[in-house]
């Protein structure tokens, strides 16, 4: 027992001591203002319930989209395919995971490959550690089909097939890896841990401003997630996917 506690340790501190680019996980602690305006989000001991309305809408747009990038992902396996033949180091599968939290759950984030195999720390990977990866934001480790794929957000199509699953909904606070949603709770942020994990957050789709990472978003979209009645929450949900293909179209993944 002693000796488990001792590697438990051992394995944060080590987590701790990487230092992290600056794109990753910018989210703040809330304020007192928020916190007292949101006081009742702060009092919920459980998480919320997945209005039955936006459950059936999230599995049957995540189906539609799965089916309809379906010729994309096999595009995307062609491209990876041929590259890592014609560049060996940048062979490797197309898709990886790291295990990220969604309503206080843990589960497999599936994401295309972005950067070459000898970047990824292999005993991290093993672990489903999001610090494997952390070389994403480095121009030296990504394959010329990571740079395209980044770009447009294409990485993300694999967590459709989350959404399919129940493990995240289509709009929702990003689901983050286990530390960062860690940290986010010791920051005294709750948000994450009341509803599923979106591929689009309200604040998520202000992404390239500086509005980009402010916690009020987060908590504004749960407030409204237990006010509106479950078409009101469809309707904002919806004004949220057309911000995020805006975003999208604009073409500036990093």
């Known amino acids: 027992m002693h000796s488990r506690i001792c590697s438990i340790f051992i394995e944060k501190h080590m987590i701790s001591s990487f230092a992290e680019p600056k794109e990753a996980f910018?989210?703040?602690?809330?304020?007192?203002?928020?916190?007292?305006?949101?006081?009742e989000l702060f009092e919920l001991k459980e998480p919320l319930r997945v209005p039955f309305p936006k459950l059936i809408f999230d599995k049957i747009l995540a189906f539609l989209i799965l089916t309809c990038c379906l010729p994309i992902i096999i595009l995307l396996f062609l491209f990876n395919l041929f590259e890592g033949i014609l560049i060996p180091e940048n062979r490797g599968p197309l898709f990886f995971y790291y295990n990220a939290v969604s309503r206080g759950k843990v589960f497999k984030k599936y994401k295309v490959r972005l950067?070459?195999?000898?970047?990824?720390?292999?005993?991290?990977?093993?672990?489903?550690d999001w610090h494997a990866f952390m070389n994403e934001w480095n121009p030296e480790?990504?394959?010329?089909?990571?740079?395209?794929?980044?770009k447009f957000y294409l990485d993300e199509i694999p967590q459709f097939y989350n959404i399919l699953k129940g493990d995240m909904s289509v709009v929702g606070p990003r689901p983050i890896a286990i530390h960062?949603?860690?940290?986010?709770?010791?920051?005294?942020?709750?948000?994450?841990?009341?509803v599923r994990g979106g591929l689009l957050g309200y604040g998520h789709v202000r992404k390239g401003t500086p509005e980009f990472g402010k916690p009020e978003y987060e908590y504004e979209y749960v407030y409204r997630y237990l006010h509106y009645s479950p078409f009101r929450l469809l309707l904002l949900d919806l004004y949220i996917i057309?911000?995020?293909?805006v975003v999208i179209a604009k073409a500036k993944g990093l």
């Open 26 to 39: 910018p989210y703040k602690p809330p304020t007192e203002e928020l916190k007292s305006k949101y006081k």
């Open 115 to 128: 950067i070459k195999e000898k970047f990824i720390n292999k005993e991290l990977q093993a672990k489903g």
């Open 141 to 150: 480790a990504r394959t010329y089909l990571g740079k395209f794929v980044k």
């Open 180 to 194: 960062h949603y860690e940290r986010d709770l010791e920051q005294g942020n709750i948000a994450r841990s009341l």
């Open 242 to 245: 057309g911000k995020g293909i």
